[in-house]
C-alpha cells in the first residue's frame, strides 16, 4: 500500500508539470487574446479598488458613483501622465542641437581610444532612411495603439458586467461552504493584488523623490520628467529599476561636459534602488504578499516570456493569483508552497490590514448565499 501510494503521488505530481507546460504553451499561443484582456481586468481590479476606498472615506457616496468617480479619476490621472511626456519629450527634442556637439565630442573620444574614425550625429542622420525608421517605429506604434483600444474595450464591458460576475461567482456554489470557500479565494486574491499596487507605489514613489532630489542636485535637465519615468517604471520589476538608474546617467553624458555627474547619478541611483529594492521592498513583499524573493526575479521572466511587456507588468500579481489558487487542490499544493514565503501559501492576509469594506463583503456574502426573491426573479 505505501508503494502503491508513492507511485500515485509521483504520477500526480508529474501531471502537474505536465499541466503546467501545457498551460503555458497554450498561454503563449493566446497571447494576442489574453493580453489586452488581462490588463483590463488589471485595470478594473485598480478602479474597483479606489472605488471601495472611495465608497469607505465617504459613506454617503452610492456604489455607481463611486465607481463612475473612480473611473474620471484614473482618467484624469492617465491624461495627465501623458501631457507630462509629451511635454518633455517635446523638449528634449528642441534641446537636441544643444546636445549634439557634446555627443560628437564623447563619441570621437571612445572611438579614438579604438583608433577608429566616428561619425558625427549629423553625418549618421543623413544616412538614416527615413522611410526605415518609420517603419520600424510604426508597426509597433500601431500594435500598441490598437492594443490599447482593445483593453479599453475590454475594461468598459468588464465594468458594465461586474454585478453579474458577482451573482454568477456565488449561484456556481450549491452549498454554502463552497460559496463561502470560494468568496474567501476570491478576496485573498483581491487583496493580493491591491497589496501590489499599493506596494509597488509606495517603494516607487520612495525612489523617485530621492532620486529627484539627487539630480536636482546634480543639476540635471528635466529632472521632474525623470523622476516621473522613474515612479512609472518602477512598477515593472527589476528591469523598470535597471531603466530607471541607466536612463538619467546616460542623459547626463549628453547634457554635462564632464563624467562625474553621469557616475555620480549612476552610483547614487543604483544605491538607492538597491537600499529600496533588498531592504524595503523583500520585507514588504514577505509581509504582505507572502511571495519569495527569488520567486519574483523567476516569475517576471516566465510571465515575459509568454505574454511580453504585459506580462512583466503583472508577473507578480499573476503569481499571486497562481499560488493562491494552487493551494486549493491537494495535488498542486506543494508548488503553491514553493511559490510562497514561508512555506505556507495560505498566509497571505494574516495580520494584513483589512480592506475598505471586508466587512460589507462578508456581509454581503451572507446575504448572497441564499438569493432573494428579487434576484431569483433576475
Known amino acids: 500500500m505505501p508503494e502503491s501510494t508513492r507511485l500515485s503521488t509521483t504520477a500526480r505530481n508529474c501531471l502537474v508539470i505536465i499541466a503546467v507546460i501545457v498551460t503555458g504553451a497554450a498561454l ?7 493580453s489586452p484582456l488581462l490588463m483590463a481586468v488589471f485595470l478594473m481590479v485598480m478602479i474597483d479598488s479606489f472605488a471601495r476606498v472611495i465608497r469607505h472615506r465617504l459613506p454617503g457616496v452610492p456604489g455607481g458613483a463611486s465607481v463612475i468617480t473612480a473611473v474620471v479619476v484614473s482618467l484624469i490621472l492617465l491624461g495627465l501622465s501623458m501631457v507630462i511626456v509629451a511635454e518633455n519629450a517635446t523638449g528634449f527634442v528642441g534641446q537636441i542641437d544643444e546636445y549634439a556637439p557634446r555627443l560628437n565630442s564623447k563619441i570621437a573620444a571612445v572611438a579614438a581610444q579604438f583608433g577608429a574614425d566616428a561619425p558625427t ?22 500594435g500598441f495603439i490598437a492594443a490599447a483600444v ?6 468598459g464591458f468588464l465594468i458594465a458586467s461586474r454585478k453579474a460576475f458577482e451573482r454568477k461567482l456565488v449561484r456556481l456554489f450549491r452549498e454554502r461552504e463552497g460559496r463561502q470557500h470560494a468568496l474567501a479565494v476570491f478576496l ?18 520612495i525612489i523617485a523623490v530621492a532620486s529627484w532630489v539627487v539630480m536636482m ?20 520589476p527589476i528591469v523598470g529599476a535597471a531603466v530607471g538608474v541607466i536612463l538619467p546617467a546616460l542623459f547626463a553624458l549628453l547634457q554635462f561636459d564632464g563624467y562625474w555627474q553621469a557616475f555620480t547619478l549612476l552610483g547614487v541611483l543604483w544605491a538607492i534602488t538597491f537600499i529600496v529594492g533588498n531592504i524595503i521592498l523583500p520585507r514588504m513583499q514577505g ?3 507572502n511571495m519569495d524573493p527569488v520567486i519574483v526575479l523567476l516569475s517576471l521572466a516566465f510571465w515575459g516570456s509568454i ?12 503569481t499571486v493569483l497562481v499560488m493562491v489558487i494552487l493551494a486549493q487542490f491537494p495535488g498542486s499544493r506543494w508548488v503553491a508552497v514553493l511559490l510562497s514565503e514561508e512555506g505556507d501559501p495560505e ?6 490590514h483589512d480592506s475598505p469594506d471586508e466587512g460589507d463583503a462578508k456581509s454581503g456574502s451572507r446575504n448572497r448565499e441564499e438569493p432573494s426573491p428579487a434576484g431569483r426573479a433576475e
Not at 150 to 155: N, Q, T
Not at 193 to 199: D, G, N, Q, T
Not at 223 to 231: C, P, R, V
Open 121 to 142: 550625429l549629423s553625418q549618421i542622420v543623413r544616412q538614416v532612411n527615413p522611410a526605415q525608421v518609420f517603419g520600424i517605429i510604426g508597426a509597433p506604434l500601431q
Open 150 to 155: 482593445l483593453v479599453l474595450i475590454y475594461l
Open 287 to 289: 509581509d504582505s504578499l
Open 188 to 205: 485573498r486574491v483581491r487583496d493580493g493584488v491591491e497589496r501590489y499596487l499599493w506596494i509597488q507605489t509606495v517603494t516607487g514613489l
Open 307 to 318: 505574454f511580453g511587456m504585459t506580462g512583466m507588468f503583472l508577473s507578480t500579481p499573476l
Open 347 to 352: 498566509a497571505m492576509g494574516r495580520g494584513a
Open 28 to 34: 503563449r499561443w493566446m497571447t494576442d487574446i489574453l
Open 217 to 236: 542636485a546634480v543639476g540635471l535637465d528635466n529632472a521632474f520628467f525623470w523622476a516621473f519615468l522613474i515612479f512609472i517604471v518602477n512598477y515593472v
